[in-house]
């Protein structure tokens, strides 16, 4: 693709921070009932009567978290919104209103802010939510992007991650470790092109794994299929940073044990080809790669039957004592411990 280098550029200094705020936000409309005042005021208003409010947040950093020089800035928005969004869905609980906080720095027009705030929009008509509020201000570091998101869930329907018990089954939806393995093939054809400018790389076998980096999706559909299928969860997690990482965030939290089988954790086919050509063990990308934004969540055995079959679940192992520890069974029938070897914050 052959960059225009006339595109116009608009200077955020044109707007002002209450006129880039209403013009980024100008299509934005409220659909929840529990938001009776969203942006235009000095806070957002919201009314959730009789249901809990779940709320967390997410900061994400230019050169920490993404790279501009292959994330599209409509992607970027768009997965800031889902990576928060997925927190609460792990509540077992529904988003509904978020709020977007940016930094720029000088080198950012308008121009580029439309195209971030056009993937938060899009996030929005999505996942069915509001955008209540947020802040602007300038950065000296490039581009920062913080979102809070808030749900809701009758008190009876949240999830923990500290209630498992031995016995429950271990259980993840969709499959593991093509987020990672889209990263890999991105930053190699990044090295690539540093080297010859001209190379435009051929990405098309890889389309499935560089979505899951680039767009993610948050699972409210698993959430909604849960509670249709009658089944609460003792415990959940989203996977952010790697299943190894976050079985062990519930083994810990819930003083339990746990024993994961390395057939079962569920790859897709086109991640296998990859790490074949990147040689890279699959298994250890599906373990520690992270960036899924699966839920991973364990459940009585009594309730198997009404998962048993479907698609877009993967009984892969189940939790035992706490003495017993956290081992991988893998395919030659060994027992190892589970280490955790995802994203690691403030790692040198």
Known sequence: MIEDKNQQRTSLSELGEFGL????????????????????DDAAVLDFKNEQVVVTTDLMV????????????KHLGYKAVVVNLSDVYAMNAMATQVTVSIAV?????????EELYAGIETAAKVYNIDVVGGDTTSSTKGLLISITALGKADAKKVVYRNQAKPKDLLVVSGDLGAAYMGLQVLEREKEVFKVNPQNQPDLSPYTYLIERQLK???????VEL????????????DISDGLSSEIIHLCTQSKVGCVLYETKIPIDPALISTCEEFDI????????????YELLFTMSQEDYDKIKGNPNLSVIG??????????L????????????????????
């Open 281 to 292: 063990d699959s298994t250890t990308v599906a373990l520690n790669g992270g960036e899924d």
């Open 216 to 222: 993610p999706e948050a699972r409210k559909d698993i």
């Open 318 to 327: 189940y939790m035992e004592e706490e003495r017993e520890g956290i081992n």
């Open 105 to 113: 720095s000088n080198r950012f027009p308008l121009e580029a802010l």
């Open 226 to 237: 849960l509670e249709k299928l009658g089944v609460k969860p003792t415990s959940m997690i």
């Open 21 to 40: 705020i209403d013009h980024l936000t100008k299509n934005l409309k409220v659909k929840h009932s529990t938001t009776v005042k969203g942006i235009g």
């Open 62 to 73: 230019e050169g920490v978290h993404f790279d501009l020089s292959y994330v599209p800035l």
């Open 329 to 348: 069974i893998t395919r030659a029938e060994t027992k190892i411990p589970i280490k955790a070897q995802g994203w690691k914050n403030f790692n040198d």
